[in-house]
């Protein structure tokens, strides 16, 4: 194989596999719950943005990695921070831009990204 010479394989019918981490799950009903608190705020809200912020009570998994432990803590720390702010969540057009690039970074560091690379090499 050189510069002038490519394969192609098709991989998309390749088996592939995942797992789910010990917390996973606890970390799934931050997740979920953010997205309730993400509508009510885009509703304009506050009472039920207050509502379902209370709903969710705050979880530690038993068995959890150091940074899945680290992200629920932080999607729960937003959480409690929308209990307490829902008025000025629901009314402050900068204060909800800002709780919610925040959101996006926490949940962002729950939801599984994968890379596939393959490597061909040629002997000769």
Known sequence: ????TAYVFDTLSTAHG???LPGE???ERSYLALGVLLDAIDQGD???LCAAATAHGP???EVATAPLRQAI???DRLI?????NADHLCSDAGAAAQWIAQVGEARSAVERKSIELRIV???S
């Open 18 to 20: 995942s797992a789910i």
């Open 46 to 48: 506050a009472q039920a």
């Open 1 to 4: 194989m050189n510069a002038s």
């Open 121 to 123: 090499a040629s002997a």
């Open 25 to 27: 799950d606890v970390a």
């Open 59 to 61: 979880e530690q998994p």
């Open 73 to 75: 803590d932080e999607m």
């Open 80 to 84: 409690a921070e929308a209990e307490q």
